[in-house]
Nanobody
Framework: QVYLMESGGGLVQAGGSLRLSCAASGNIFSVNAMGWYRQPSWKQREFVAS???????KYADFVKGQFTISRDNAKNTVYLDMTSLKPDDTAVYYC??????????????WGQGTQVTVTA
């Protein structure tokens, strides 16, 4: 079992920045990919970004150049630095982990989510 604790969400004005953090605990030796999804209130959950244990990153097209994912393996923590935020970035952001280099399997672990609200 892997437990995930997200932090860093909040309310920010358009054009502002936020950093999300997600700390993993439990059976961390099984963790390879770590990453983020988001779910606006009006659509299904969507992939945002992921990073493998060796630092390989993957981004959704809509956040390239705007969000940066990073990871501290010593702290078992993944970060999402979000810049130039827009109201369309408003969503609940979920952390996820996988034992494989890719997220998206039914066996992935999920955090409870953190709300990010961007005001115009």
């Amino acid at each position: 079992q892997v437990y995930l604790m997200e932090s860093g969400g909040g309310l920010v004005q358009a054009g502002g920045s936020l950093r999300l953090s997600c700390a993993a605990s439990g059976n961390i030796f099984s963790v390879n990919a770590m990453g983020w999804y988001r779910q606006p209130s009006w659509k299904q959950r969507e992939f945002v970004a992921s990073i493998t244990r060796d630092g390989t990153t993957k981004y959704a097209d809509f956040v390239k150049g705007q969000f940066t994912i990073s990871r501290d393996n010593a702290k078992n923590t993944v970060y999402l630095d979000m810049t130039s935020l827009k109201p369309d970035d408003t969503a609940v952001y979920y952390c996820a982990t996988a034992a494989t280099p890719e997220l998206g399997a039914a066996s992935d672990y999920w955090g409870q989510g953190t709300q990010v609200t961007v005001t115009a």
